[in-house]
């Protein structure tokens, strides 16, 4: 079995600081994880993937994410927040044996300018 | 290529009443999902296709609920006789297996059912 965990609701940050969104998975196997974000009433944008490598993966506008198998996690960062990142940002992962997507609840961010 | 297709984007139908929802994938993609999102919830999965062949129904699926993919290419949801808690987003998403690793899963815009 395959699921995600994101512990935060609501993440509020202000614009130009720092934003971390957390994200928790467990899987049998090794994971493929994702991020994507949602729009309101839009579909979910792909922002970035671990699969293999590099435990540090660039994705788009300006996101990255920590792979930490040992702590089993996927933190997606931002260096600086815009306020245009306020979103819904969902984590994801796949078992490498698996074919369908198991989803986190979700992480509202709010950016304040 | 224009992505994965979804329509209506919105639909408002009386308790009772049957819909219907199409997805057309990425061409080239031979995989294709349904999910279902609540207010405040992540995506759940509904089913799976590999071209034509329904693969997997998850138990949210209940008996009202059918999906097909005739020749492989766009799928239909069918909900039958709705209800107020059939209300959600519906989500359709395409990968060609084998590739999700480099290329992902792409999801569409989703249709929107209120059940009133």
């Known amino acids: 079995a395959q699921s995600v965990a994101q512990p935060e609701d609501q993440v509020n940050v202000a614009e130009g600081n720092p934003l971390t969104v957390k994200c928790t998975y467990s899987v049998s196997g090794n994971p493929y994880l994702f991020w994507y974000v949602q729009y309101p009433n839009r579909g979910l944008q792909f922002l970035l993937k671990?699969?293999?490598?590099?435990?540090l993966v660039k994705g788009s506008y300006g996101f990255e994410a920590e792979f930490n198998k040992s702590q089993t996690s996927f933190h997606l960062k931002k260096p600086s927040a815009l306020v245009s990142d306020s979103a819904l940002y969902f984590c994801a992962v796949r078992d490498m044996g698996d074919y369908k997507l198991s989803f986190g609840a979700g992480t509202t961010v709010t950016v304040r300018a | 290529d224009t992505g994965v297709s979804q329509d209506p984007r919105h639909k408002i139908t009386k308790r009772g009443q049957n819909v219907t929802f199409r997805c057309d994938p990425i061409s080239e993609h031979n995989r294709l999902y349904w999910y279902r999102q609540t207010l405040g919830q992540g995506p759940e999965f509904l089913t799976y296709?590999?071209?034509?062949?329904?693969?997997?129904k998850s138990r949210l699926l209940s008996d009202r609920f059918s999906a097909e993919r005739p020749k492989g290419s766009f799928s239909t949801l069918e909900i039958q006789r709705t209800e107020q808690g059939d209300s959600a987003m519906y989500l359709c998403?395409?990968?060609?297996?084998?590739?999700?690793?480099?290329?992902?899963?792409?999801f569409g815009s989703g249709t929107r059912l209120t059940v009133v």
């Open positions: 671990y699969i293999t490598g590099d435990n």
């Open positions: 296709f590999q071209n034509e062949a329904q693969l997997e």
């Open positions: 998403a395409s990968s060609l297996s084998g590739a999700e690793a480099n290329y992902g899963y792409t």
